[in-house]
Nanobody, 114 residues
Framework: VQLQASGGGLVQPGGSLRLSCVASGIIFGIHNMAWYRQAPGKQRELVASMTSGGSTDYVDSVKGRFTISRDNAKNTVYLQTNSLKPEDTAVYYC?????????WGEGTLVTVSS
């Protein structure tokens, strides 16, 4: 199983990035997908999730700014991040889970700075 995240980078406050995560080795359509992030010195936190049925949930700090979506034909989950703030700076991780199976990918670094 491999979850390959990409799309991070350096962006100014107020800017946008679209993160992508391509999954392989799993039946993508039945898995729930999520994005987590971990800032320096802080615990990893759940940012956004999307069930296999399409239901979404977001941490309060990103509601209205971030959007999670998925393309089952491409085995890919996306995180559109808008109106980025310095406090959004973190390594963002892709996560997939189904029943007791949980998978993590390597992260992609998002740095929001002027």
């Amino acid at each position: 199983v491999q979850l390959q995240a990409s799309g991070g980078g350096l962006v100014q406050p107020g800017g946008s990035l679209r993160l992508s995560c391509v999954a392989s080795g799993i039946i993508f359509g039945i898995h729930n997908m999520a994005w987590y992030r971990q800032a320096p010195g802080k615990q990893r936190e759940l940012v956004a999730s999307m069930t296999s049925g399409g239901s979404t949930d977001y941490v309060d700090s990103v509601k209205g700014r971030f959007t999670i979506s998925r393309d089952n034909a491409k085995n890919t989950v996306y995180l559109q991040t808008n109106s980025l703030k310095p406090e959004d700076t973190a390594v963002y991780y892709c996560n997939a889970w189904y029943l007791r199976n949980v998978y993590w990918g390597e992260g992609t670094l998002v740095t929001v700075s002027s």
